[in-house]
């Protein structure tokens, strides 16, 4: 049975600039908090914010090494619906 109710919750997750740089920084690798804020230019209250939303969640994952908190994007596929997404936005204009 469809649960147009959590689709939306989830399409409201991408529907956020701030966590889309976040999502786009991670697409490649993991990073730090500290290297989030520097590849997004976002302040860390914002930063910290959307990330402990986004892995509650379960959009990111982190991994603890040493004393570093890496976090991760829990799915790639996330990153291939943002591609479709960003390509149809392309073909019906900006």
């Known amino acids: 049975m469809l649960n147009y109710d959590s689709d939306c ?3 409201k997750i991408f529907s956020n600039s701030n966590r889309l740089k976040i999502l786009l920084s991670l ?4 990073l730090t908090v ?5 590849a997004t230019n976002l302040p860390q209250s914002v ?3 959307h990330l402990n939303m986004m892995r509650l969640r379960k959009i990111l994952e ?3 090494q040493g004393s570093f908190i890496y976090y991760k994007i829990a799915y790639p596929e ?5 591609d ?4 149809v936005k392309k073909k019906i204009g900006d």
């Open 84 to 87: 479709i997404m960003r390509n």
């Open 62 to 64: 982190t991994d603890k």
């Open 47 to 49: 930063v910290s914010q």
């Open 27 to 30: 697409r490649n690798k993991s």
């Open 9 to 11: 919750e989830l399409c």
């Open 34 to 38: 500290t290297e989030i804020i520097k």
């Open 78 to 82: 996330i990153m291939d619906a943002l």
